[in-house]
Each structure stands twice: as structure tokens, then as C-alpha cells.
């Protein structure tokens, strides 16, 4: 009898000193990102009849796999629409500023214009207008920076997540190796590293969001369109390239093998910050530089025009008033060497039955290619193709561009930015108010012309998308419906995140109050043992004694 109290006392110390040291390790990690309570197992012996004391059957993590995918799944969302949130919110402060925006500035432009008009023979009316015109100038400037170096960054940063997407597969399946192997040595659970890998593939969902599969214990991880990332001990790396059809763009390729990227669609990667950035720089920020590239060639194409129809005060025949770049055209990596296409603006016209010059420019970007020895122009915005066919002279004309292509073979494209880096080139022709065609004729009281120019304000001078105003309101209302829909939007996902997030911590977080609860029922375990074994000790003595 004594010595089965011996042995059931020395079982119960030991299973109360490993509820103590699991209890202890909890406590310890209640910061620690990533680390799930673990609570100890315990059973008795093999069945009523015989009295064999208690082990520790294992200690295991409390987790809920279905709640930790929805957590992951919604920190991803999250991860997106604060990338998104936070790039939005710069532009949107950008353009609806009311002091610092182009819309007082293109007011006070043309309120000057009105000075020449009411007063053309006035050299200080006339060196306002310029002043004023210059302003603006260098306010399209700025903002076409400023765009610039927002994208700049988000190519920067595409690399940057690639990078961070790419260590932690490799982690991920190093982990499942390490995990795998440390089962089959020891047969027990390695509770440490599933910790470890399931903070890995929480920290790459708020990269890119990514499908996740368990088989066999080991993950496998994919993306939307199933490319795996990480099969088994197995990972393959995102790439960061240069776009070869757009040579300012940075895209994410697939490696399948060393040497063998293969190109991935931007809507397959969604979720988390590379998707975030992905997106913004898609529909929002592109767009944006469009149209205000959309605004600045139309002011300078309307306003060149009809300012040539006018007389300056030195009896001249007015000149461009506004300096102005050419569209871009980025040819793609595989081009014919010498192929070459040349794309300019067609300059502004005056439509029957209307008393002011407009264009026919889109906000769009487009991509001209060389298909059974036909030009097909591809509207990148749309997705429309359209068959083109050149003049007796080579040219082909479309929605205000005229395009002049030579030496093109089959399966050349070339991809055309007509107004995306425009507002950048924008500029005031002229250096001395005395060059304003004011009239139509050399007399210093003939403001015929700068009324013609006036009028362009109030005109549907940008064609389909109306005036000057019109298109950089529907800029600022586009920018700001976006940002705010974002906002909305994150701070449900926010929502959504923290109730997952209680939810998942009442599983597997921490609890204080309860494991110093524990801490006190284990300490009493463990002396409830110690007595038992220090009587089992006294009953031994009493019975060596008595022989």
C-alpha cells in the first residue's frame, strides 16, 4: 500500500510540475504575437481495478482553425484598404484643397482674362494675365510631381512587399520541415513552431492575400489563381520586374523554376498591401494622372487655337500661348528594333455650329499593335479594340491623337500615355503681355479674341467631358468618392477584424486572471502530492518499524 501511494504521489508531483511549468509558459508569452494558450492533458490509469496514479496524456495549443482563417482572411482585407486609405487620402487632400487646388487658380486665370478684355490696350491687365497664367502653369507642375513621385514610391514599395512576401514563404516552409521532422523524431507536437508558422501565414495574408491548405500537417499555400507559393519544404518567389510593356510600371512575375518567371495579373493578386498598392495605383492613382494630364492638353490645344485666331499689340498674329508636351509611347520589350511609333495631338477644331475650339481627348491609355498585318488599337481602360487604317500620308487618327507608325512587324505593340505625364510639360509660351492676341485686328481697343478665349471657360471645350471646371471637379468629386468609399468600407473591415480578433484571442489568447487562477489550483495540486508522498514516506517507516 505504501508504495503505490509512493508511486501515485511521485505521478501526481510530476503531472502538477508540468501543469505548473505549461501554466508558467503561459503567462510568460501573454505578449508574445502569435502564441496560443496551451493547457495540459491529463489521464488516469488503465481502468477501475487498478489504482496507477495520473499522467500527462499532452499538451496542446487551444486554437480554432475556422476562426483563425477568417481572422487572416479579414486582416487582409484590412491590410489592403489601409494601403489604399492611406495613399487616397494624400491625393484627396492634394486636389480639394481650397486655397492650394487648381480650381481657385484657374479662376483667378481667367478673371484675369476679363481684366485684358474689359481694358486690352492696359499693359498691366495684359502682364496680370501672364502672371496668372504662370501661376497655374507652375501649379499643374507641382501637382504632376507630386503624382509622379507617388507613383515612383509605389513602385519602390511593390519591390519592398515582394521582398517581405518572398522571406516569409521561405520561413513558412522551412517551419513545415522542421515541424514535420521534429514529429517523426519524437512523436509529440511541436507546439513552439506551429506557433511560429501560423504567425508566418498570418503576417503573409497582410501582404497578399493567399489561399491556405493543410494535408499531412504541412502547408500549402497559393494565390488566388492557385500559382503555389509554398508546397511542403518547398517555396516559390514572387519577382519584381519592370512591366515589358510599360517600362515606368513595376509588375510582380511568378518564379516556377530558377530563370522561369511567369507573368501574373494584377487582379490575381488581391488582398493585403502588395494588393492594396496594386489597386491604388490602378484606379486611382493612373486615372488621376490622366485627367489632370486630360485637363492641361486641353486648355493648351483650345486655348493655342484660338489665340492664334487673334492680333497681338504689336500687330503680330498670336502664337502659342501655352507650351505643351507630346504623348507618351513606351514600346514593348520585344519590339522589331527599329520599329518606331510617333503619336501627337490633333489640334483643337471648331465643330459645326459651335463658336468655340474643343477637343476629342480621352482620359485613357491605349496599346497599338501589329495583328495579321492589321493596326489594332486597344483602349487599356475599356478593354474596346478598334482596327485603324492609315491615310494616303501614313497617319491614323483617333479620339484627338494622330498616330504615325513605321517599320512595325507582326507582334509589335507599342503602349501610348497620351496625357499621363502632360500636366508635367505644361507651360506659358509667351514672356511679354504685349504678345496676347487680345483682337482681331492690330487696334488696342479690339478685345474680339480675348472674349473668344474668355468664352472658353464656361465651354465644352474638353468635348464629352465639358469644360475646364467640369473636368477637374469631376476629378476632385471622382478622387474624394473614392477615398471615402475606402474609408467606409476600412473602418467595417476594422470592425469586422476586432470582433474576429476577441474571438480568437477568447480561444487561444492569454488570460491573465485565469492563469493566475490556475497558477493557484496547480500550487495546491502539487502540495496535495507532496503530502502524499510524505505520508506514503511515514506508513513506510511505520511498517519497517514494526518488523
Do not use: C, W
Given at each position: 500500500m505504501a508504495s503505490s501511494m509512493l508511486s501515485i504521489g511521485v505521478s501526481g508531483l510530476q503531472a502538477a510540475q508540468t501543469a505548473l511549468a505549461t501554466n508558467s509558459n503561459n503567462i510568460a508569452n501573454v505578449y508574445t504575437p502569435g502564441y496560443s494558450r496551451e493547457t495540459v492533458e491529463l489521464s488516469g490509469g488503465p481502468g477501475a481495478s487498478q489504482v496507477s496514479g495520473v499522467s500527462v496524456s499532452s499538451i496542446s495549443r487551444q486554437t480554432?482553425?475556422?476562426?483563425?482563417?477568417?481572422?487572416?482572411?479579414?486582416?487582409?482585407?484590412?491590410?489592403?484598404?489601409?494601403?489604399?486609405?492611406?495613399?487616397?487620402?494624400?491625393?484627396?487632400?492634394?486636389?480639394?484643397?481650397?486655397?492650394?487646388?487648381?480650381?481657385?487658380?484657374?479662376?483667378?486665370?481667367?478673371?484675369?482674362?476679363e481684366g485684358v478684355a474689359s481694358q486690352p490696350g492696359d499693359p498691366a491687365a495684359r502682364e496680370s494675365m501672364l502672371g496668372t497664367a504662370e501661376s497655374l502653369a507652375g501649379q499643374l507642375n507641382a501637382f504632376a510631381g507630386y503624382l509622379d513621385e507617388m507613383d515612383a514610391g509605389v513602385n519602390a514599395r511593390i519591390g519592398d512587399v515582394v521582398g517581405d512576401i518572398n522571406t516569409t514563404t521561405t520561413q513558412i516552409a522551412s517551419l513545415n520541415e522542421q515541424i514535420s521532422m521534429t514529429r517523426a523524431r519524437t512523436g509529440e507536437e511541436p507546439l513552439g513552431l506551429l506557433d511560429q508558422?501560423?504567425?508566418?501565414?498570418?503576417?503573409?495574408?497582410?501582404?497578399?492575400?493567399?489561399?491556405?491548405?493543410?494535408?499531412?500537417?504541412?502547408?500549402?499555400?497559393?494565390?488566388?489563381?492557385?500559382?503555389?507559393?509554398?508546397?511542403?519544404?518547398?517555396?516559390?518567389?514572387?519577382?519584381?520586374?519592370?512591366?515589358?510593356?510599360?517600362?515606368?510600371?513595376?509588375?510582380?512575375?511568378?518564379?516556377?523554376?530558377?530563370?522561369?518567371?511567369?507573368?501574373?495579373?494584377?487582379?490575381?493578386?488581391?488582398?493585403?498591401?502588395?494588393?492594396?498598392?496594386?489597386?491604388?495605383?490602378?484606379?486611382?492613382?493612373?486615372?488621376?494622372?490622366?485627367?489632370?494630364?486630360?485637363?492641361?492638353?486641353?486648355?493648351?490645344?483650345?486655348?493655342?487655337?484660338?489665340?492664334?485666331?487673334?492680333?497681338?499689340?504689336?500687330?503680330h498674329a498670336g502664337g502659342d500661348f501655352f507650351t505643351l508636351g507630346t504623348p507618351e509611347v513606351l514600346p514593348?520589350?520585344?519590339?522589331?528594333?527599329?520599329?518606331?511609333?510617333?503619336?501627337?495631338?490633333?489640334?483643337?477644331?471648331?465643330?459645326?455650329?459651335?463658336?468655340?475650339?474643343?477637343?476629342?481627348?480621352?482620359?485613357?491609355?491605349?496599346?497599338?499593335?501589329?495583328?495579321?498585318?492589321?493596326?489594332?488599337?486597344?483602349?487599356?481602360?475599356?478593354?474596346?479594340?478598334e482596327s485603324l487604317s492609315p491615310d494616303s500620308e501614313g497617319l491614323m487618327q483617333h479620339e484627338g491623337l494622330i498616330l504615325s507608325a513605321t517599320n512595325m512587324q507582326e507582334g509589335d505593340s507599342f503602349t501610348i500615355q497620351p496625357t499621363r505625364q502632360i500636366a508635367a510639360t505644361f507651360g506659358v509660351a509667351i514672356n511679354d503681355g504685349a504678345e496676347i492676341a487680345a483682337g482681331e485686328s492690330s487696334g488696342s481697343l479690339d478685345n474680339r479674341n480675348i472674349l473668344a478665349l474668355q468664352q472658353l471657360q464656361s465651354s465644352d471645350a474638353l468635348g464629352s467631358a465639358g469644360s475646364f471646371n467640369d473636368q477637374y471637379a469631376s476629378l476632385v468629386s471622382q478622387v474624394g468618392n473614392q477615398t471615402r468609399l475606402v474609408q467606409v468600407n476600412l473602418e467595417a473591415q476594422q470592425s469586422l477584424t476586432e470582433q474576429l480578433t476577441a474571438a480568437e484571442q477568447s480561444v487561444s489568447g492569454v488570460n491573465l486572471d485565469e492563469e493566475a487562477a490556475d497558477l493557484i489550483r496547480y500550487q495546491q495540486f502539487y502540495q496535495a502530492n507532496a503530502q502524499v508522498i510524505q505520508t506514503a514516506a511515514t506508513v513506510l517507516d511505520t511498517l519497517l518499524n514494526i518488523r
Amino acid at each position: 500500500m505504501a508504495s503505490s501511494m509512493l508511486s501515485i504521489g511521485v505521478s501526481g508531483l510530476q503531472a502538477a510540475q508540468t501543469a505548473l511549468a505549461t501554466n508558467s509558459n503561459n503567462i510568460a508569452n501573454v505578449y508574445t504575437p502569435g502564441y496560443s494558450r496551451e493547457t495540459v492533458e491529463l489521464s488516469g490509469g488503465p481502468g477501475a481495478s487498478q489504482v496507477s496514479g495520473v499522467s500527462v496524456s499532452s499538451i496542446s495549443r487551444q486554437t480554432d482553425a475556422y476562426l483563425s482563417a477568417q481572422l487572416d482572411s479579414a486582416l487582409s482585407a484590412s491590410a489592403a484598404l489601409e494601403t489604399r486609405e492611406a495613399n487616397l487620402s494624400q491625393i484627396d487632400n492634394l486636389l480639394a484643397d481650397e486655397e492650394a487646388g487648381l480650381a481657385p487658380l484657374m479662376q483667378q486665370f481667367f478673371a484675369a482674362i476679363e481684366g485684358v478684355a474689359s481694358q486690352p490696350g492696359d499693359p498691366a491687365a495684359r502682364e496680370s494675365m501672364l502672371g496668372t497664367a504662370e501661376s497655374l502653369a507652375g501649379q499643374l507642375n507641382a501637382f504632376a510631381g507630386y503624382l509622379d513621385e507617388m507613383d515612383a514610391g509605389v513602385n519602390a514599395r511593390i519591390g519592398d512587399v515582394v521582398g517581405d512576401i518572398n522571406t516569409t514563404t521561405t520561413q513558412i516552409a522551412s517551419l513545415n520541415e522542421q515541424i514535420s521532422m521534429t514529429r517523426a523524431r519524437t512523436g509529440e507536437e511541436p507546439l513552439g513552431l506551429l506557433d511560429q508558422r501560423d504567425q508566418a501565414v498570418t503576417e503573409l495574408q497582410s501582404l497578399v492575400g493567399v489561399d491556405v491548405q493543410e494535408q499531412d500537417g504541412r502547408l500549402s499555400i497559393s494565390l488566388g489563381n492557385g500559382q503555389l507559393l509554398v508546397n511542403g519544404s518547398d517555396s516559390h518567389d514572387l519577382v519584381a520586374v519592370v512591366d515589358p510593356q510599360d517600362a515606368s510600371r513595376v509588375v510582380v512575375n511568378y518564379s516556377a523554376a530558377p530563370g522561369m518567371p511567369m507573368s501574373l495579373e494584377e487582379g490575381q493578386l488581391e488582398g493585403g498591401t502588395l494588393g492594396g498598392l496594386l489597386g491604388f495605383r490602378e484606379e486611382s492613382l493612373a486615372p488621376a494622372q490622366n485627367q489632370l494630364g486630360q485637363l492641361a492638353a486641353g486648355l493648351a490645344l483650345t486655348f493655342n487655337a484660338q489665340h492664334g485666331d487673334g492680333i497681338d499689340a504689336n500687330g503680330h498674329a498670336g502664337g502659342d500661348f501655352f507650351t505643351l508636351g507630346t504623348p507618351e509611347v513606351l514600346p514593348a520589350s520585344g519590339n522589331t528594333l527599329d520599329a518606331a511609333l510617333e503619336v501627337e495631338f490633333a489640334p483643337a477644331t471648331l465643330k459645326e455650329g459651335e463658336d468655340f475650339y474643343s477637343v476629342a481627348l480621352t482620359g485613357d491609355d491605349y496599346r497599338l499593335s501589329l495583328e495579321g498585318g492589321e493596326y489594332r488599337l486597344e483602349n487599356l481602360g475599356n478593354g474596346t479594340v478598334e482596327s485603324l487604317s492609315p491615310d494616303s500620308e501614313g497617319l491614323m487618327q483617333h479620339e484627338g491623337l494622330i498616330l504615325s507608325a513605321t517599320n512595325m512587324q507582326e507582334g509589335d505593340s507599342f503602349t501610348i500615355q497620351p496625357t499621363r505625364q502632360i500636366a508635367a510639360t505644361f507651360g506659358v509660351a509667351i514672356n511679354d503681355g504685349a504678345e496676347i492676341a487680345a483682337g482681331e485686328s492690330s487696334g488696342s481697343l479690339d478685345n474680339r479674341n480675348i472674349l473668344a478665349l474668355q468664352q472658353l471657360q464656361s465651354s465644352d471645350a474638353l468635348g464629352s467631358a465639358g469644360s475646364f471646371n467640369d473636368q477637374y471637379a469631376s476629378l476632385v468629386s471622382q478622387v474624394g468618392n473614392q477615398t471615402r468609399l475606402v474609408q467606409v468600407n476600412l473602418e467595417a473591415q476594422q470592425s469586422l477584424t476586432e470582433q474576429l480578433t476577441a474571438a480568437e484571442q477568447s480561444v487561444s489568447g492569454v488570460n491573465l486572471d485565469e492563469e493566475a487562477a490556475d497558477l493557484i489550483r496547480y500550487q495546491q495540486f502539487y502540495q496535495a502530492n507532496a503530502q502524499v508522498i510524505q505520508t506514503a514516506a511515514t506508513v513506510l517507516d511505520t511498517l519497517l518499524n514494526i518488523r
